[in-house]
């Protein structure tokens, strides 16, 4: 059974750093190019960023270019996303996933507000 566990959201203030944690289960985690997403309130769902199964390559959304940094650690079957220089335009919830291969987890909640 598939599982994609997100965590490490909460509040940030603006300008601030958040690293977002993704634990992957049920599947080769190392043979999937893995992606981030968000939704706000409101809005469809979007992608963040996206690496290759190495971690090799990664690729972001505009809105994320020079501020969003996607890593992954295949021994530990997780995907992470470091947010820095955080503006409340950030402010979703963030889902991890294979493209859109999988179920979707719960998310984390990202809030961005003085």
């Known amino acids: 059974q598939v599982q994609l566990v997100e965590s490490g959201g909460g509040l940030a203030q603006p300008g601030g750093s958040l690293r977002l944690s993704c634990a992957a289960s049920?599947?080769?985690?190392?043979?999937?190019?893995m992606t981030w997403y968000r939704q706000a309130p409101g809005k469809e769902r979007e992608l963040v960023a996206t690496?290759?199964?190495?971690?090799?390559?990664?690729n972001y959304a505009d809105s994320g270019k020079d501020q969003f940094t996607i890593s992954r650690d295949n021994a530990k079957n997780t995907v992470y996303l470091q947010m820095n220089r955080t503006k409340p335009e950030d402010t979703a919830v963030y889902y991890c996933?294979?493209?859109?291969?999988?179920?979707w987890g719960q998310g984390t909640q990202v809030t961005v507000s003085s």
């Open positions: 996933n294979a493209f859109r291969t999988f179920p």
């Open positions: 049920g599947f080769t985690f190392s043979n999937y190019g």
């Open positions: 690496i290759t199964p190495t971690g090799s390559k990664t």
